[in-house]
Each structure stands twice: as C-alpha cells, then as structure tokens.
C-alpha cells in the first residue's frame, strides 16, 4: 500500500526558503524513484521534480531549476524538497509520489508565498 505524507508547507515571504519532507511508512522509498508535483489553486497538477533511487540523479521543472533542490535520506525513508528565493507562483499544495506516478500522491503540504 502506497501512504506517501508531505509535510513542512507554510506561510513564507517572497524570497524566503522551505524544506518540504515525505515520509512513506508503507513501503521503502530505496527501490524507487521519487518525485515532487505541486497543484495550484485552480490548477492542475505540475510536476516539480524527480530524484533516482540512490539520488544520484535529479531532474527539475524550469521553472524551479537553480532555486530547488530535491534529496533523500533512505535511511529514514524520507524525501526532501528544499525551496529558497520562493516567488508568488510557486503558491501551491505540494505533493510526494512514487515514481512519477500522480494517483500514488497521499497528504499534501500547502506552500503559500506572500508578504
């Protein structure tokens, strides 16, 4: 059973940073890769980014390349998505997913960017 919880969203000011966290307590993050989408209000869903299983390979959507950084701590079995220089358009509820796969999404995280 795929249980996928991200956390770590809030409230930040335009230019400031988060770190979002994934936990997945139904199976082990090791074997697969991992992504990031998000979901605007009004919108629908925008893939953010991907890491390989070891995280050694990372992928990200233009418009969060250079200012996001996605990793993993298989130990602890989590997923990480750092933000930082956080524009108004990355307003969104931040989701975790096995693969690339959209229906494996659980909790998401809302990050809202405003002064």
């Known amino acids: 059973d795929v249980q996928l919880q991200a956390s770590g969203g809030g409230l930040v000011q335009p230019g400031g940073s988060l770190r979002l966290s994934c936990a997945a307590p139904?199976?082990?993050?090791?074997?697969?890769?991992m992504s990031w989408f998000r979901q605007a209000p009004g919108k629908g869903p925008e893939w953010v980014s991907s890491s390989n299983a070891d995280g050694g390979s990372t992928i990200y959507t233009d418009p969060v390349k250079g200012r996001s950084t996605i990793s993993r701590d298989n130990a602890k079995n989590t997923l990480y998505l750092q933000m930082n220089s956080l524009k108004s358009e990355d307003t969104a509820v931040y989701y975790c997913?096995?693969?690339?796969?959209?229906?494996?999404r659980g909790q998401g995280t809302l990050v809202t960017v405003s002064s």
């Open positions: 997913t096995r693969q690339s796969n959209w229906g494996s």
């Open positions: 139904g199976f082990n993050i090791s074997s697969y890769t």
